[in-house]
């Protein structure tokens, strides 16, 4: 095998030309030491949102509702405790609500027999007719253990419905306004503290004989 020729003065020969890497040819690797440029950035990894989640609902009763006043008696057996159950009933009928409550007031029997009662009114909103919210007291009276031997007779539970919004009604079951309202202190005087706009004073002075004692 022949050797490459060498210049004859001894001395090295041009230094070869580097050769560039192909096209599609592997990139060698930065040595060590060498500078690099910042690394590229990544477009931020978004989280895909979701819509809330909402809790379940039950139907909705959208009815229309009036104001109405109930007066509330007792004077049989626990009069006190009968007359605050007789709220919370009121309370519990359907598409009613008591709005307001008044002091429980001790009164002596007008036209009637028996103990002192104990008396008070409530004012609720309700989705009842009158004739409706009339039969749904009566219930609460006949499950009170209230008895009608003869008239004014003593009572357990005894529930007036006073006012049913603007209802003005006149039939041998029901009567509005209360047609004896006006002549009761008993009813006058906790309507009065819940409900000033409903008892004229004159009515008031009217009755200011009948002793009605606030009590709770």
Same mark, same amino acid.
């Given at each position: 095998m022949?050797?490459p020729?060498?210049?004859?003065?001894?001395? *090295?020969?041009?230094?070869?030309?580097a #050769?560039p890497?192909r096209?599609?040819? =592997? $990139?060698?690797?930065?040595?060590a030491g @060498?500078k690099?440029?910042?690394?590229?950035?990544?477009?931020p990894t978004?989280?895909?949102?979701r819509?809330?989640s909402?809790?379940?609902r039950? *139907?909705?009763?959208?009815?229309?509702? #009036?104001q109405a006043?109930?007066a509330? =008696? $007792?004077?049989?057996?626990?009069?006190? @405790?009968?007359?605050?159950?007789?709220?919370?009933d009121?309370?519990a009928?359907?598409r009613?609500v008591?709005?307001a409550r008044?002091?429980l007031?001790r009164s002596?029997?007008v036209?009637?027999?028996?103990?002192d009662?104990?008396n008070?009114?409530?004012?609720v909103?309700?989705?009842?007719d009158?004739?409706q919210l009339l039969v749904?007291?009566q219930r609460?009276?006949t499950?009170?253990?209230r008895e009608?031997?003869?008239p004014n007779?003593?009572?357990t539970l005894?529930?007036?419905l006073l006012?049913?919004g603007?209802?003005?009604i006149?039939?041998p079951?029901l009567?509005?306004p209360?047609?004896r309202m006006r002549?009761r202190?008993?009813?006058?005087?906790?309507l009065?503290e819940?409900a000033?706009?409903k008892?004229?004073r004159?009515?008031?002075?009217?009755v200011?004989?009948?002793v009605v004692k606030?009590?709770?």
């Amino acid at each position: 095998m022949s050797t490459p020729d060498r210049p004859k003065d001894g001395k *090295p020969g041009p230094k070869a030309k580097a #050769v560039p890497p192909r096209a599609g040819g =592997g $990139a060698k690797p930065p040595s060590a030491g @060498a500078k690099s440029g910042p690394p590229a950035r990544r477009a931020p990894t978004r989280t895909p949102t979701r819509a809330p989640s909402r809790s379940p609902r039950g *139907p909705r009763e959208d009815y229309p509702t #009036v104001q109405a006043f109930i007066a509330i =008696g $007792a004077n049989l057996g626990d009069a006190e @405790a009968s007359v605050k159950a007789a709220m919370a009933d009121i309370g519990a009928l359907q598409r009613t609500v008591v709005t307001a409550r008044s002091s429980l007031y001790r009164s002596e029997p007008v036209d009637a027999e028996g103990p002192d009662f104990i008396n008070a009114v409530v004012a609720v909103r309700t989705g009842l007719d009158a004739e409706q919210l009339l039969v749904a007291l009566q219930r609460l009276e006949t499950l009170a253990g209230r008895e009608r031997p003869f008239p004014n007779a003593p009572r357990t539970l005894d529930l007036d419905l006073l006012m049913h919004g603007n209802s003005v009604i006149d039939t041998p079951t029901l009567t509005l306004p209360h047609p004896r309202m006006r002549e009761r202190a008993f009813v006058l005087k906790p309507l009065a503290e819940i409900a000033p706009d409903k008892v004229p004073r004159a009515a008031l002075a009217r009755v200011t004989g009948q002793v009605v004692k606030r009590i709770l």
